[in-house]
């Protein structure tokens, strides 16, 4: 089955950087799509990033366009999700997940446990 596990959370402080990877396995990694979420103060976790099975297409959430660049490696099973100019309202626990689509919400696995962002002086 589909299983997530996120890393590299941490401290960091308002303009600061941070780079989270996801290291993905149990689906044919190189033929999905990829994205970044975080919990969010909603319901439904907010889809910060998205890219294509190959790479070369993305988008972005404009809360973070801009600052956050997502990034994979088909080779290894691996997404990465660059922060930089961190800001505090970017603190948050991050998930990654495969999509159905590429413009869909909607994921094709369980949810990690993933990793949490702090973002203070």
């Known amino acids: 089955q589909v299983q997530l596990v996120e890393s590299g959370g941490g401290l960091a402080q308002p303009g600061g950087s941070l780079r989270l990877s996801c290291a993905a396995s149990?689906?044919?990694?190189?033929?999905?799509?990829m994205a970044w979420f975080r919990r969010g103060a909603g319901t439904e976790r907010e889809l910060v990033a998205r890219?294509?099975?190959?790479?070369?297409?993305?988008m972005y959430a404009d809360s973070v366009k801009g600052r956050f660049t997502i990034s994979r490696d088909n080779g290894k099973n691996m997404v990465y999700l660059q922060m930089y100019n961190l800001k505090p309202e970017d603190t948050d626990v991050y998930f990654c997940n495969a999509l159905k689509t590429f413009y869909s919400t909607r994921v094709l696995g369980s949810w990690g446990q993933g990793t949490q962002v702090t973002v203070s002086s």
């Open positions: 149990g689906f044919s990694f190189s033929t999905e799509p």
């Open positions: 890219l294509n099975p190959s790479g070369g297409v993305t």
